[in-house]
């Protein structure tokens, strides 16, 4: 069954961090829920990553838009992927299937907005490693290569 939905963080969370940033004001359009996002460190702004992304900072909770409203400053939240044990929860046109668990496939970003797993796409456009799939609810569960993740080496505090 195909799907659409924004992804999401769907185990690991301790792998991540919330901050907050000031999002892009150029030609890429405002990141929604569900967006890859990278920091962009020439305009020191986050911004949502273009096809096939090599960086990724992590993964935006909320509209960039709407979000700006809610702070003096404009910055908005995104939940940083600073670990490889971070479960994305990735919609797809394909029916998942166990023989997906254990193969790595691309992220395609489809007209609404959402990142969808993309099957066709392997070896050099991969982005996740599926670990595991719901088959009845359409979700492939998979983790981001860590060579793509932007703060890999960041240590999150545990308290």
């Known amino acids: 069954m195909a799907t659409a939905f924004p992804a999401y963080v769907a185990q690991g969370a301790e792998h991540t961090i919330v901050r907050d940033f000031t999002p892009g004001a150029d030609s890429n359009e405002p990141f929604i829920v569900g967006d890859f996002v990278f920091y962009d460190t020439t305009d020191n702004v986050m ?3 273009g096809a096939n992304p090599t960086l990724i900072a992590g993964l935006s ?44 496939y691309g992220i395609t970003r489809n007209a609404a907005g959402q990142w969808l797993l993309d099957t066709a796409k392997t070896t050099t456009s991969s982005r996740a490693r599926i670990i595991d799939v719901d088959i009845t609810n359409g979700i492939f ?19």
């Open 47 to 49: 911004q949502r990553c």
């Open 61 to 104: 909770e909320v509209s960039s838009a709407a979000a700006t409203l809610l702070t003096p400053s404009a910055k908005v939240p995104v939940r940083l992927i600073v670990g490889a044990g971070v479960v994305i929860a990735f919609a797809s046109a394909t029916t998942p299937a166990v023989s997906h668990i254990g193969d790595s």
């Open 141 to 159: 569960f998979g983790v981001l290569h860590e060579n793509l993740l932007q703060f890999a080496d960041v240590e999150v505090a545990t308290s």
